[in-house]
């Protein structure tokens, strides 16, 4: 067949190549899903699915509706994060501080032709996260013991009580298939299961569009609610939220500002939900800056700051005050702190060290709220005599200021806003401020011999009141250095659409088997 | 003829190498540290020292430049650090469709700026002509970002016509078409002034040449001499225009694969970007260099094709 290209041809046929743009126009496709399909809004595109060198986000989503676990996080009666057994075991518990034993269910069977889960499988799985990225989730897991094909025990070189909620429920715990991943290239995968059996079972992906889960036949636990969950990748948050307001997608996330305006005036057919975050941000101070030396100075800061304006002025009203590190729906949550704003108090403070004229430079992320939150904090400051220069800076420069490996940006670090995002459980966030973290992540640059001892004993302490006055003291340690203005714990908003009720796990990421029709 | 396409083809190359030296200086100015940024607080040394092992960013710049290009010249641009997957992969995923919603917004461009350029000219002068001049600078002012917003507002969130993401179920041509309504006519609009003042302008020119005046003489109807004669010469001028429109388009596709939460390259180098995933920054980089080089001498080419005189003339 000849195929010859003339340029008349040419020029007649340009004119027509937009024309096709408005063939084939069907009216039923600017309708979102409905029905037994659920699409949730995710923030970035899959990554790597591989619990040992995951990123976070959608991965996590994935990880607990198409794979295998003994434990999952709940809320328990106080509403902080606990665990639960699963519904893959018969059984999983704490049999002494070092041995947890487990026994799984019969008959579940992996994808791919993976033959049956069986306790090799959780021992390759939590042995293996040793030697990953995510090891730090595992400090004191020696090894595993196999009884039997369903049954083992998993040995603690140490007592660790958040090996539970760190470890073995968290997306770290995911169990894999130890024959099929060990064929694997280096036995890491990235953007593929190498097998899978959950809720769930991951179907297809189109990177940079879509992740889609589709409910599991074979799945003998409880049966999830939807039949199809859609993970629909829009990375930026306003076009989300249009997106939401466009009924394309039924869960998403929004920002504060979005948060508040809904409060006043929600969309049709909109409900949002306020869940408390993973992160817990404060105003920090260099103990080992000569200006900042004198705790009196850093106590007057203390008090001269209206964190209340903060919150109103720069997060929009909506998000807690903050009397600690450790976030809402954790435990050793503190409710109250020793603290609270007293310019007065501040002015003695300032007067009884003989500082007057003080001039400090507040770094800040270049992000609008902190911004906003450091005008306010300079003219509470500037109220007691306290001239500041603000310096916003990218997350470049920002994350290396505290850091001794970085250069000597820390000797010059006066004041800053921080926040970090943590585990449910109480070591996770309190874990940076730790002797051993000064230089590192413990810009503040204090110690303290009580602390240290507590940390320990925070660790292995089982008896859940005992451990919760643990960290209650340990908070009340750090705040008495005065290096702290505990701000908020920024919760996580999400819309959806009132004909479902979406499921969260403690890092706030959608749990496509807990989702549930209203 | 093949000379001069060589030279042409010489250059792009030598554009494509200047670009991503000048992107790696860029990527090695900014301060910042791009194995914390990636891993956050909680990262241990060991982990950051692995992953500044696997971008290379433990060899002198110079090296990693070399060994950039080097690979790049045989197709491979890389990999990519979190997924592990390929780098030329990644991009060839999403210059599809960035090159569909560019083609397709110019089509609309072209679609109606070619009639309103050359109604404009056999009109001169008339009201209409004057109110195409005024449409014209509209378009052109007005950023693609700013169409694209209130495209969105306006059809998807208040009248609901169509959709607000994404570019449509695979395998359904009807609604990728329909999620590419909204997206092109961001991205072309802006380019139907341009091409409205070059097509009226050409055509005056060429309506006054002799070949004109002889199928007039001849008694041929106007509605040929316009649509046969003229508008085949002055649509020319518009070929070189749209291969130059390639660096624009691209730029305002960006803001529109972003706004309207749609896969392709510009999104890729943005979200990329934003978490300092450094290899596929300059794979992505690169291709739109590329596309953009090669623009130039493709138009040049078709233009000679097109044109006997230009050919002879090289």
């Known amino acids: 067949m000849e195929f010859k290209v003339s340029r008349r041809a040419v020029l007649q046929s340009a004119a027509a190549v937009a024309a096709v743009t408005t063939l084939g126009i069907k009216p039923e496709h600017v309708l979102g899903a409905e029905g037994d399909v659920l699409k949730v809004r995710m923030v970035g595109d899959m990554q790597v699915l591989d619990p040992g060198y995951m990123i976070g986000g959608v ?43 487990f026994t799984l269910k019969k008959g579940m069977m992996w994808s791919n032709n993976g033959g049956e889960i069986t306790a090799d499988d959780v021992k390759f799985s939590f042995e293996r996260m040793l030697a990953s990225d995510w090891s730090s989730r595992w400090p004191t897991l020696d090894h595993v013991d196999v009884k039997d094909s369903h049954s083992g025990v998993i040995v603690l070189k140490t007592p660790f009580v958040a090996t539970w909620l ?67 990748d829009v990375e930026d948050t306003k076009a989300a939220e249009l997106a939401f307001e466009g009924h394309e997608v039924d869960v998403t996330s929004v920002t504060t500002e979005t948060a508040a305006r809904y409060k006043k005036s929600m969309p049709e057919h909109a409900k949002l939900i306020e869940t408390p975050g993973p992160f817990y941000s404060w105003i920090g101070m260099n103990t ?231 | 003829m093949l000379l001069y396409l060589i030279q042409r083809i010489g ?81 060839m995923e999403n210059l599809p469709y960035t090159l569909i919603l560019i083609l397709t917004g110019l089509g609309w461009s072209a679609l109606v700026g070619i009639p309103l350029g050359c109604y404009s000219a056999i009109r001169r002068n008339s009201f209409i002509d004057k109110f195409t001049g005024v449409i014209s600078v509209g378009t052109i002012s007005i950023p693609s970002f700013v169409v694209a917003i209130y495209a969105l507002l306006f059809f998807s969130i208040q009248l609901g016509l169509f959709p607000v993401i994404g570019a449509g179920e695979n395998g359904d041509r009807a609604d ?21 003042r070059i097509v009226r302008a050409s055509m005056l020119e060429v309506m006054g040449e002799n070949h004109v005046r002889t199928a007039r003489a001849f008694g041929l109807p106007e509605s040929k001499i316009v649509l046969h004669y003229a508008l085949r010469i002055a649509i020319l001028p518009t070929v070189t225009l749209l291969a130059l429109a390639i660096g624009g388009l691209l730029s305002s596709a960006v803001f529109a694969e972003n706004i309207f939460a749609r896969p392709g390259i510009g999104k890729l180098i943005v979200d990329s970007a934003n978490v300092r995933n450094y290899p596929v920054v300059q794979g992505a980089v690169m291709a739109t260099v590329a596309l953009f080089a090669f623009a130039m001498p493709i138009a040049d080419f078709l233009v000679a094709w097109l044109d006997p005189r230009v050919r002879s003339a090289l």
């Open chain 1, 59 to 101: 991965e996590t989503s994935a990880l607990y509706a198409c794979m295998p676990r003994l434990a999952v996080p709940i809320h328990d009666a106080n509403g902080d994060w606990a665990w639960a057994p699963s519904d893959f075991v018969e059984k999983v518990a704490q049999d002494d501080d070092t041995h947890i034993s």
């Open chain 2, 11 to 91: 250059l792009s190359i030598l554009i494509c190498v200047t670009a991503m030296t000048l992107l790696f200086a860029a990527i090695h100015v900014i301060p910042g540290d791009p194995a914390t940024i990636m891993l956050g607080t909680r990262a241990t040394p060991e982990v950051r020292a692995r992953l500044e092992k696997e971008m290379g960013l433990d060899q002198p710049v110079p090296v990693q430049l070399v060994k950039f290009l080097g690979r790049a010249a045989t197709g491979n641009l890389g990999i990519d650090v979190w997924s592990k997957r390929s780098v030329s992969t990644i991009v």
């Open chain 2, 176 to 196: 990728q078409i329909w999620h590419l309504v909204l997206p092109s006519l961001a991205v072309g609009l802006g380019w139907v002034g341009y091409l409205a």
């Open chain 1, 288 to 518: 080992d800056h000569p200006l900042l030396k004198d705790i009196r100075v850093r106590k007057a800061i203390q008090r001269a700051i209206d964190v209340d304006s903060i919150l109103q002025g720069a997060y929009a009203g909506v998000s807690p005050k903050a009397y600690g590190a450790i976030p809402i729906g954790i435990l050793g949550h503190r409710d109250a702190s020793k603290y609270s704003y007293n310019p007065e108090e501040a002015k003695a403070l300032l007067k009884e060290a003989g500082v007057s004229g003080l001039k400090l430079e507040f770094v800040t992320l270049n992000q609008s709220e902190r911004i906003a939150a450091c005008q306010i904090i300079q003219s509470n400051l500037a109220d007691v005599g306290i001239e500041i220069t603000i310096k916003p800076v990218d997350s470049g420069p920002f994350w290396n200021l505290g850091l001794e490996s970085k250069g000597d940006d820390w000797k010059n670090l006066q004041l800053w806003i921080m926040q970090y995002r943590c585990s449910p459980d109480p070591s996770d966030p309190i874990q940076w401020f730790v002797k051993d973290q000064v230089g590192v992540w413990n810009w503040e640059r204090w110690s303290d011999p009580e602390f240290e001892d507590l940390w320990k004993k925070g660790l292995q302490e089982t008896d859940s009141e005992k451990r919760k006055q643990i960290y209650l003291r340990m908070q009340e340690i750090m705040e008495d250095t005065g290096a702290y203005v505990w701000l908020t714990f920024d919760p996580l908003f999400y819309a959806h659409s009132d004909k479902n009720v979406p499921g969260f796990d403690p890092g706030g990421e959608v749990r496509p088997e807990l989702c549930k029709k209203a």
């Open chain 1, 166 to 232: 760190l470890g073995i429920a968290s997306e770290s715990g995911a169990i894999l298939p130890k024959k099929l991943t060990e064929k694997l290239p280096d036995g890491k995968f990235t953007t593929e299961f190498p097998a899978q059996h959950g809720p769930y079972m991951m179907t297809d992906w189109t990177p940079k569009q879509k992740l889609v889960l589709k409910a599991n036949p074979d799945f003998k636990g409880t049966k999830p609610v939807f039949a199809e969950v859609q993970f629909i």
